[in-house]
């Protein structure tokens, strides 16, 4: 069973920062590309930002120059750097592997709050 296990989420007013975390098995996460999604309260689950295992990156237009997504292949961890934060990025992050293009396994979530 794919165990993927997200971390870092929490309360933060606007303007701020979130780092979160992602870990994986070795094996999974070295064969796989990799992705955060989110979910706000209402609505469906959005692709949020995805990369590769030769490290492309894709984000989606909300997000743009205001996340980062990075792997760190020894630590079998994908990060999501999220920089000024707004209350529209409030939301359930999931970590997700991504397979012919579309989310495979996911994680159980983690909480993120924007407070303005």
């Known amino acids: 069973q794919v165990q993927l296990v997200e971390s870092g989420g929490g309360l933060v007013q606007a303007g701020g920062s979130l780092r979160l975390s992602c870990a994986a098995s070795r094996m999974i996460f070295s064969n796989n590309n990799m992705g955060w999604y989110r979910q706000a309260p209402g609505n469906e689950r959005e692709f949020v930002a995805s990369i590769t295992i030769l490290r492309r990156t894709m984000y989606a237009d909300s997000v743009k120059g205001r996340f980062t997504i990075s792997r760190d292949n020894a630590r079998n961890t994908v990060y999501l750097q999220m920089n000024s934060l707004k209350p529209e990025d409030t939301a359930i992050y999931y970590c997700?592997?991504?397979?012919?293009?579309?989310?495979?396994?996911w994680g159980q979530g983690t909480q993120v709050t924007v407070s303005s």
């Open positions: 997700a592997t991504i397979r012919f293009g579309r989310p495979g396994d």
